[in-house]
């Protein structure tokens, strides 16, 4: 399954599952590495960080090829499975021609399981709009692409362990009017798609989208100040809105999918949690606050949330932060983190991935 979209998506903005710009924040915990390409050997824990009464082994991991005369942007990282996706894009300074997107697939020990040239894979005409992992701990790429009859094609494209290539396309047949963004896959394979409806250039409200695993419709759901993005987390789904009034950042609510009955349950009040603001984010065990201060668990039945980590015990740099953060909640006992190095001409100049993983 995959874990309720532990890229980082935040329950007031409305975001996608896009979640940073790597250049944004360095980690300066981690040993940076100078590196060539990906490699092996560079798993070796480095560092140990203690935090609100928890100790973390730092795991430096290997990273996809980034060279002197490139730059590069994190679009989003994925976990579901046992198995991390970063969708990275490489800007060649001096050729466009040379500018790739790679996705770079690890196990949930951080061992690098293989990397995707995505243009090379699914053609430079389509768009790479959303990543998920499916049942069998596989990559599922959602693209897209529009011919010169201006008709938009939505695709899925199934990748084996080995970052191959397994079958066929998917061509998905939605409606003309539906605009999908991002999408989980459900443990039994269906397919659930966040979007907008729209008729010519006019927004007509969002919607969730469920096809089954051959692509076929299912149901869809609507909800009054929806907002669509979705998270998984054991084998619920669910999705945000905002309940309105003048304070729409303090009024956001989760919305569980009830597959089986083809609706939505019962919202859940998480005012409390984001009215500070930060984002929401969901793991393998359940729901967490990422903010300025660190990361935190939340309890959905009291919205009261506890300490996981604190960004003062690891010396990281937030005087850049926007509005996503380079962390991926495995579990209260994993966190995925990214570090970077700034560079001039905007992006990240390197990129480093490491595993937090609590002791004790």
Not at 116 to 139: E, F, M, P, Q, Y
């Amino acid at each position: 399954m995959q874990y309720g979209l532990i890229r980082i998506l935040s329950a007031i903005a409305g975001k996608s599952k896009k979640i940073l710009d790597a250049g944004c924040i360095l980690f300066c915990f981690i040993m940076l590495f100078s590196m060539t390409g990906c490699g092996t050997g560079k798993d070796k824990i480095k560092a140990a960080i203690k935090t609100g009464g928890n100790s973390y082994s730092v795991k430096n991991l290997d990273f996809c090829k980034i060279a002197d005369n490139e730059i590069c942007t994190v679009e989003s990282i994925d976990y579901g499975h046992n198995t991390v996706a970063v969708r990275v894009w490489i800007y060649n300074l001096f050729s466009s021609s040379n500018n790739r997107e790679i996705i770079v697939l690890y196990d949930s020990e951080g061992t690098l399981k293989s990397q995707i040239n995505t243009r090379d894979a699914i053609g430079s005409d389509k768009a790479c709009v959303d990543l998920a992992i499916n049942t069998s701990g596989n990559l599922v790429v959602f693209a897209r692409s529009q011919g010169d009859d201006n008709v938009v094609h939505n695709y899925l494209y199934s990748f084996d362990s080995a970052g191959k290539l397994a079958g066929e396309a998917l061509d998905l047949n939605f409606d003309e009017s539906f605009f999908p963004l991002n999408f989980v896959i459900g443990t039994d394979d269906s397919l659930y798609f966040g979007s907008y409806s729209k008729f010519g250039m006019m927004t007509l409200g969002r919607e969730i989208y469920v096809l089954d695993s051959e692509g076929n419709p299912f149901f869809d759901v609507s909800y009054e100040r929806l907002v669509g993005n979705l998270y998984q987390t054991g084998d619920m789904i669910y999705t945000d809105s905002n309940k309105g009034g003048t304070d729409i950042g303090n009024t956001a609510q989760l919305l569980p999918i009830d597959t089986a009955n083809r609706k939505l349950g019962d919202s859940i009040d998480i005012s409390k949690v984001t009215s500070s603001g930060g984002a929401v984010c969901s793991g393998s065990d359940g729901f967490y606050l990422i903010n300025f201060d660190g990361i935190y668990s939340i309890n959905l039945g009291t919205q009261k949330t506890k300490e996981i980590l604190l960004w003062k015990y690891t010396d990281t740099d937030l005087t850049a932060f926007k509005n996503d953060f380079p962390a991926v909640m495995i579990s209260s006992d994993k966190i995925f983190l990214l570090s970077s190095i700034p560079s001039k001409t905007g992006g990240a100049a390197s990129i480093t991935a490491s595993l937090l993983t609590r002791e004790g």
